[in-house]
């Protein structure tokens, strides 16, 4: 082991650690007492810089390894993930440029990038200790990030909330871990796979899964653990909101694929119809299915519109946790697709969301009336990614929802036992359609009282504008990001057969 | 080059948006010309074709999942290119007098047109499902912006029917590509793969209905009058002329293709739905008091036809189907026009005891005449498509079962009655209310109107009195292999 | 066209039908009368459909097309229709020309349907548009009432093409003949057993009502009265004269050769029907006041002579003299009554014109004295129509007697009793409407002008023409049917 070699596999984290001294020291010293937009114009210019950079390392020096056997682990597959998180917070930091909720920028900005530090370390281990240690720091990013507005008796319900909730499902993960290393002695995910092979079934170890899923399940907030999630979504300063729902998703599901498909790849079970057996996987179709019923029937009687995505957001955690269910390499490049695009599309939407909550005070239904005629480039964006959420092709939203159904019912071919869960799935997004089309309507279809146009910043527009394109680029070219998540996985796992 | 149809509808539709809303005439004209520019690649196409499958383009899409793009045409999928790019020329000629928000109009309009296109093209299940979907948001769009009555209802009622009924093939058409296990979609190779009885017997019936939703099979219809009623009149065009026949084709093209034995297991039971659909559309038109109401629900009735003709698996009653599909869209698309654009623009109202007062024959013989016209082509009078059309579905049908065909000829005869009773008391009311001081009369019908009815009405009668124009691109396709079953009877 | 030229309009129209009646007697002077078929055109049509366009003309068509031809020139003459509109009148006159035409010529079902339906259109608008009073109800009754007519022949030829594969009449008579048609229609369609053993019987019903309705034959009639009565006078001229031909000529051309079995099988039924009709609508046309509606029962009482005709000599007993004479006399009095009965609705129009709308039985009276020639033409015309000698109209009741009687007594002697209630009928309308008192306020009624006259001649002419001299249409008729006659099975 030599630390020159670590330095190297950690340079992206490092960077962005980095960076994130950078900001709050910027933002301390020559910065201070400076005009707040200029504060935050530095700081998010530093915050992209930093995440550019990390993608560049990445991207030019692609060194992979495991080191200490798997607490981290860097492969293709990591670091493709990564810079698709660095990316979404370079987005989300300029999407904070829109607001003006706080004067302490450089720590907002800072928290922006230790959360994305942890989601970094999320990614990379496969040891129970690193990856409680990683989500903590993650979380309590998060939390911080949550109840930032403290002019805002939401914003502190919201993270006072987060952060209860969040508290009680980390204590029920190291449960779940210290159950796990109890039964097994290991706390390295492979190692612990394979001790469970040789124990016979032993009712604690459900107990463990339980514990774990319902950890991991607040995360990604399904149900029956999703309860933060609306509250967080409305009260939230936007862009901390954004992130939850953006890169924070993506991180966890990643961590629950690896968590699920090594950890406990020995106690699968199977949640087809008529032969149902005990593992994980019934237990997450569960949670897959009352997610989609109730995400997508709460959304239908919102009137708050982040409210309304954070009730989408539980439904789509419903339709990823099909890829986690797949217990296939489709399933598991499915899953990654779906939530990458997700990540783009809810940033792009909250985007809108944030211009809109500005110049109106207001996120309700009737705040986006005549936005086409205000701002027809915020429609445009908001036109796209919401159908994209609704899952209507050409845009990216559909064919990763058609990739986990494809890839799902595939993992158990011939045999079409999980098809009750796509059925399922694929009903509630035609109920989906009905309220992304209840605020498109605002926008599109009703006048506004006044039409005076929006006044964007011009780097808002930029990244929404890209952000809808992405959605668009990978609806009509889905192979693009496909093929190299598939290439990842093979090069990352040779001969990995779930 | 027909796959230009779509691209250029497409490009049509993205050059709108980045033009200036003040334009108002340069949208129509680009609009206009887009669509003209689809026609005329589609009538080069039908032109050229011998009504056997031409490939496209077929190039890998996403290979890791077998998807494809791959666009062809057999005489079919022609067929009805040709009366989208009829209904997308004549639609625009009658929505040359939108002034609220002319570019997003023509937008959306040739958005939709696009995804039409698109689907009648693919070959590969993807992506015809890709275009069916594509097709469905401006739809709502057309009709919740540029409508009327309870149009935001109607819209709404219209998406969320179709986006059921798109979600049903798609369970379908992902466990048929699961369980072929052959990671691929194209149409032709899943044809070939036989799937097994217990699987076509549910599958079949929701893909057939999830696309018949679409083509107003009873008792799915009911999307189709509010739907009419609320859209604009070009997208009442469209939405009588080409999106009801996605639904018929996409059944065909896919449903019936695919799902041989299951086809057969379920005949009967859907000709009765579709003959029920004939009775009961025409017999809820015969007491509507909304003028558009009457031809939203024989439409319906029509659809019925085209329907009842699919299920008779014969040569004569498919090719008639599919000759319906087309006579349908052009006579309901001239219908609408003629109600939607000519009167209710014109008088802002639709209620037929309402017209009765004005003389309308009097004060707009065009669309009078017009509009008897394409009545008595509606009602399927001879030497109008819709007579070959019905004829040969009705011959199909008493072949494969008779009393539907009785039935059938009820359904004509009511659709005569509530024809010639639209007629009369629209145009030719009997108790003319005297004029009210400083009313106007109606504003004349205006070039672009004449010149939309003269080019429909010249098809329906083109069609009505030399179908071979068609039948000689249909039948042809009927006897491709994949296709054999479907003349047969359902035996292979 | 421009809608305040009506003259071009008309003059272009009686231009046009004027030059339709020289093409027609073109025609005749070159048909041969040898019974078969001329002057065909035929070209495929819808293949897939058996559809083709298939024109031809025998003695039958030719008379057909020459009463069309006489006719239409003759309702134009008769009644002009206010300017404003006129020239739709005059479009839709030309259309259910060509429509009647067409008709009479094709040979193929399509085809001949294609023109059948076409006729229906302007008729029903024509009533509709510049009807009487009642006219919505009128043209509606008319058009719904032969549209079912016309749906139930449809589906029946649906059935038949279905179980020979052909739409060609002439084929398919030639199947009725042998009898391979009745087997066809048994064996090839795929349905069950019973329903196969009934298909003859409905495509056979199907074709009956169709033409029934259209004749029409009692008790189909329904429609008739008020659409004759409320139709203007040309229309009525049209409808009467040509239009109920055409019922006629499709149970000359279609029922007769392609059902002979079934005909037979219901020959008994089908005779009652017609007599019933003869009978009856004599009887009803006794108790009506409107002039029209009189003239309108007794074009029903004198199509059913025709009828009579065709349903006698389906028996396969029975010289074949007697029914070549029935047989002849049905085309004969098709002709004749479409002279007689238009000159009638003529005259009626005229009279109505000038009893400022009045057409009763009973509000007019003494007319010989003030308006002697229109009460001298106006009483041929009724002459021809009840068949007095040497008019046209006894040459065909003549002959329908002749042979009815000899092939069935009992209907001949049924059916007299109508031709009597049309003699009562007919002399009534002389004796109420031109005799007796003069009512003061009819004291100034003009007589027919000269145009008037000039218009009428013709017709008055023609009808002594063919009175005295039949071999001008018995030349035509009479080879054609001898050939029917021969084949018959």
Known sequence: MNYGELLKLLAPESILALTLLLVLGADATFLSGRAPGLRRAVAASLTVAGCMGAIYWIFFFPIHGHLFSGVLVVDPLTQVTKQVLLLLTAATALLTLETAFTPHVGEYFGLQLLATLGFLFMVSSEDILTIFVALELASLSLYMLASFAKGNLASAEAGLKYFLYGGLASAFLLFGFSLLYGLTGETLLAKIAAKITTTPRDPLLVVAISMVLTGLGFKIAAVPFQLWAPDVYEGAPTPSAALIASGSKLASFFLLEKMMTIGLSSAVGSGAFHALAAGWVPMLAMLAGLSLIVGNLTALAQTSVKRLLAYSAIAHAGYALLGVIANSSQGFVALLFYVMTYGFTVLGAFGVVAVVERQTGSDRLEAFAGLSRRSPVLAGVLFVCLLSLAGIPPLAGFFGKFYLFAAILRAGAPSLGILWLVILAIALSAVSLFYYLQVLKQAFVREAPLELPFSVKPSTQLVLILLALCVILFGCAPDLLVSKLLLALKAAAPGLVF | MLAWTIYISFLGAGLLLCLSSAHKSAARVIALLSAVGGFIIALAGAWASDGRLQEVIRISWVPSLGLRYYLAADGISLTLVLLTGLAAVTGILFSWNIQHRVREFFAFYLALIGGVYGVFLSFDLFLLFVFYEIAIVPKYFLIAIWGSTRKEYGAMKLALYSFIGSAMVLIGLVAAYVVAGANTFDLLELAKYPFPLGFQLWVFPLVFIGFAILAGLWPFHTWAPTGHVAAPTAASMLLAGVVMKLGAYGALRVAMTLFPLGLLAWQKPLALLATTGIVYGATVALVQKDFKFVIGYSSVSHMGFVLLGLMTLTNIGLSGAVLQMFSHGIIAGLLFAVVGRMVYDRTHTRELAVLEGMDLGRALPFAAVTFTIAGAASMGMPGFSGFVAELQVLIGAWKAFPYYALLGGLGVILGVVYTLRAIRKAFFGEHPAPPEPGHEPPPPITLPERLGSLILLAATVLIGLYPRLLLDLIIPSLNAPWMQHLVNGGRP | ?489
């Open chain 3, 1 to 489: 066209m421009p809608a305040r030229r009506a003259d071009l309009a008309r003059g272009f129209t009686q231009g046009l039908s004027f030059l339709c009646l020289a093409l027609v007697l073109g025609i005749s002077g070159a048909f041969v009368p040898n019974g078969g078929l001329q002057a065909i055109e035929r070209h495929a049509w819808i293949s897939a459909l058996g559809a083709e366009y298939f024109l031809g003309i025998d003695g039958l068509g030719l008379v057909s097309i020459l009463l069309t031809a006489i006719i239409t020139p003759f309702a134009l003459f008769a009644w002009r229709p206010p300017e404003a509109g006129a020239k739709i009148y005059y479009a839709l006159f030309l259309a259910l020309e060509s429509g009647l035409f067409g008709a009479f010529t094709a040979f193929n079902f399509f085809h001949w349907f294609f023109f059948w339906e076409l006729s229906l259109i302007p008729a029903f608008f024509l009533i509709k548009l510049w009807g009487g009073p009642q006219r919505a109800r009128a043209s509606m009754q008319f058009f719904v009432y032969t549209l079912f007519g016309s749906v139930a022949l449809l589906l029946a030829f649906q059935v038949i093409f279905l179980a020979t594969g052909t739409f060609d009449f002439i084929r398919l008579a030639e199947l009725g003949r042998t009898g391979a048609l009745t087997r066809a229609l048994t064996t090839k369609l795929g349905i069950g057993e019973i329903a196969a053993q009934t298909m003859p019987l409905l495509a056979f019903l199907g074709v009956f009502l169709g033409l029934a309705v259209k004749v029409p034959l009692g008790p189909f009639h329904a429609w008739l009265p008020p659409a004759y009565a409320e139709a203007p006078a040309s229309v009525s001229m049209m409808l009467t004269g040509v239009m109920s031909k055409m019922g006629v000529y499709g149970f000359l051309r279609i029922l007769l050769p392609l059902f002979p079995d079934q005909l037979r099988q219901w020959q008994t039924p089908l005779l009652c029907l017609a007599i019933g009709t003869i009978v009856f609508s004599a009887w009803t046309a006794m108790a009506q006041k409107d002039l029209k509606r009189i003239i309108a029962y007794s074009s029903i009482n004198h199509l059913g002579y025709c009828l009579l005709a065709v349903f006698v000599v389906v028996q396969a007993e029975g010289a074949a003299e007697h029914k070549q004479a029935a047989l002849d006399g049905a085309i004969f009095q098709m002709f004749n009554h479409g002279l007689s009965a238009s000159a009638l609705f003529c005259f009626v129009g005229w009279l109505e014109q000038r009893g400022h709308g009045l057409r009763g039985l009973d509000d007019f009276g003494g007319l010989r004295k003030i308006a002697p020639v229109f009460t001298g033409l106006m009483g041929i015309a009724l002459f021809s129509s009840l068949g007095l000698p040497g008019l046209n109209g006894f040459i065909g009741e003549f002959l329908i007697f002749k042979g009815v009687l000899a092939l069935q007594g009992w209907a001949a002697a049924l059916s007299a009793f109508g031709l009597l209630l049309t003699a009562l009928f007919l002399l009534t309308i002389l004796q109420r409407v031109f005799s007796g008192p003069l009512p003061d306020k009819w004291a100034k009624l003009p007589d027919l002008t000269t145009a008037e006259r000039w218009i009428a001649a013709p017709i008055i002419a023609l009808m002594f023409v063919i009175g005295v001299y039949p071999q001008v249409l018995m030349g035509i008729i009479n080879p054609t049917v001898g050939f029917w006659v021969t084949t018959m099975p």
